[in-house]
C-alpha cells in the first residue's frame, strides 16, 4: 500500500491548507460569506463609486471624441482612468479653496502647487470640462459661478498677472476643458471689451519700434493698475501697461494657452496671442526688458533680462497672428505719434540737452546769458542813437 503522503488527493488538500493565511487575533474585516451575501448582494456593494463608475460609463463615447487621437484603451481602462484623473483634480481644487489649506502639508512642498498647475494646463492633457462639471455637481449644488471662482483661484498662482472678467463668460457647457476655462476667464476687462466690439471698422496692425527706440521718439512708460494684463493704453505719449510677472513657468504657460487659441476653431478673439505679439514688437533685446522692469512694468523672477527677450522673440514662431490685432488701434496710435517729425525733434532736444538737472541749469544759463547780451546790445544801440 502506498505511502498516505503520497496520495494526490492528500498532497492537493495539504497544499490548499498551507495557502490560508492563518486569521490573526487582530483581524476585523471579512469578507462576506456567500449565504449572507446572495441575499441582498446590493447591500454589501460600495454604491457612491459604482455610482460615479456607472454616470463615467455613459460619458465614455462623449468623452473619448474629444480627443484627436484614438486612444488605445479598453472600455473599462479608460473609465477608470478618466474617474480618477477627474476625482483628483475636483478633489485638488475643492481643498484648496478650504480655509484650511495651509494646514494640508500637500500644499507646504515647495512649488508643488505650481508644478500642478502647469501640468494641468498643458494642452494635451486636458479632460473634457463635462466629465469635471458632472463629478462636482455630485459633490457639491452645481453653481457654475462657485465653479469657476474656485478653479481660477487655484490657478491664479500660475497666471502672469491679473485678469478675470466673470460678466461676460461662455456657458458653462460651452467650455471644452480647464485650459479653455482659464483662457475664458483670464481676459481683458470688460470696458476694454465693449469698446473692441463697438469699433465698427477693423484696423490692421503694424509693427512698431521696440521700447527703447520708442523712448528715443518721446513715449514715456509707466505701470497701469488696471483690472487686466491685457488693458494696454496709449495717451498723451504715454504707454501704460499692466505689470507681467515672469518666473519658470511663464512660457510653458504662453506657449499652451497660445496653443489652444491657435487651433480650436471659430474662435473671435486670440486676445492672449496678440498680448504676446504685442510684447514681442516692445521687446527686441535685454535693454528693453531692463527698460519695462525699472518702470515696474515687468516682474522678473528670472533675474536674466536677456532671457526674458529671448523667451518672447522665441514665442511668436511659427504662430499665426490675426490681421486685426486686439491691439491695432494701440499700434496705430504709436506709428503716428513716431512719424511726426515735431515729437522727434522735442525727443530729441529733451534727450540731448534735458537729460539730466546739470544740463538743464547750463541751457538756462546759456539763454540767460545770451538774454543779457542782448539788453546790453540793446542799450549800447539806443545809447549810440541819442
Not at 501697461?241 to 491657435?262: G, M, S, W, Y
Request: include cysteine.
Amino acid at each position: 500500500m502506498a505511502d498516505e503522503k503520497d496520495d494526490p488527493v492528500a498532497i492537493r488538500i495539504d497544499k490548499k491548507l498551507k495557502a490560508i493565511s492563518p486569521i490573526s487575533s487582530n483581524c476585523c474585516i471579512f469578507k462576506v460569506p456567500n449565504y449572507l451575501r446572495k441575499v441582498n448582494e446590493k447591500a454589501y456593494e460600495p454604491e457612491d463609486v459604482t455610482n460615479y463608475v456607472m454616470v463615467m460609463r455613459g460619458l465614455e463615447d462623449r468623452a473619448r471624441k474629444c480627443y484627436a487621437e484614438q486612444i488605445g484603451l479598453d472600455t473599462n481602462d479608460f473609465v477608470e482612468m478618466m474617474l480618477i484623473d477627474a476625482c483628483f483634480i475636483i478633489q485638488l481644487i475643492r481643498k484648496f479653496a478650504m480655509t484650511t489649506v495651509m494646514d494640508d502639508p500637500f500644499f507646504k512642498i515647495g512649488g508643488f502647487h505650481n508644478l500642478l498647475c502647469r501640468d494641468l494646463l498643458l494642452v494635451e492633457n486636458q479632460l473634457p470640462l463635462f466629465i469635471l462639471w458632472k463629478l462636482f455637481g455630485m459633490i457639491e449644488i452645481p453653481n457654475p459661478d462657485i465653479f469657476r471662482y474656485i478653479t481660477m483661484n487655484f490657478f491664479a498662482i500660475i497666471l502672469p498677472g491679473k485678469g478675470c472678467n466673470r460678466d461676460s463668460l461662455k456657458s458653462i457647457m460651452e467650455i471644452k476643458h480647464l485650459l479653455g476655462l482659464v483662457n475664458d476667464c483670464w481676459q481683458p476687462s470688460e470696458s476694454e471689451m465693449v469698446a473692441y466690439r463697438k469699433k465698427t471698422k477693423p484696423i490692421e496692425w503694424s509693427f512698431m519700434h521696440c521700447a527703447t527706440e520708442l523712448q528715443e521718439d518721446g513715449i514715456r512708460f509707466e505701470k497701469a493698475d488696471g483690472s487686466s494684463i491685457f488693458d494696454i493704453k496709449f495717451e498723451n505719449r504715454t504707454m501704460k501697461i499692466p505689470k507681467l510677472k515672469i518666473d519658470d513657468h511663464t512660457e510653458c504657460f504662453f506657449r499652451n494657452v497660445i496653443a489652444f487659441e491657435q487651433f480650436f476653431p471659430g474662435r473671435s478673439l486670440n486676445h492672449v496671442t496678440d498680448y504676446m505679439n504685442f510684447m514681442d514688437c516692445l521687446i527686441n533685446s535685454s535693454k528693453d526688458v531692463e527698460l519695462l522692469r525699472r518702470r515696474g512694468i515687468i516682474k522678473n523672477w528670472l533675474g536674466n533680462d536677456e532671457v526674458v527677450a529671448t523667451m518672447f522673440n522665441r514665442l511668436g514662431d511659427s504662430v499665426s497672428i490675426s490681421r486685426y490685432s486686439f491691439y491695432s488701434e494701440v499700434f496705430s496710435n504709436v506709428n503716428r505719434y513716431c512719424s511726426k517729425q515735431w515729437n522727434k525733434w522735442i525727443a530729441n532736444l529733451k534727450h540731448n540737452y534735458f537729460n539730466s538737472p546739470w544740463a538743464l541749469v547750463s541751457v538756462l544759463a546759456a539763454v540767460l546769458l545770451l538774454l543779457l547780451t542782448m539788453v546790453q546790445t540793446i542799450f549800447s544801440v539806443l545809447s549810440y542813437v541819442k
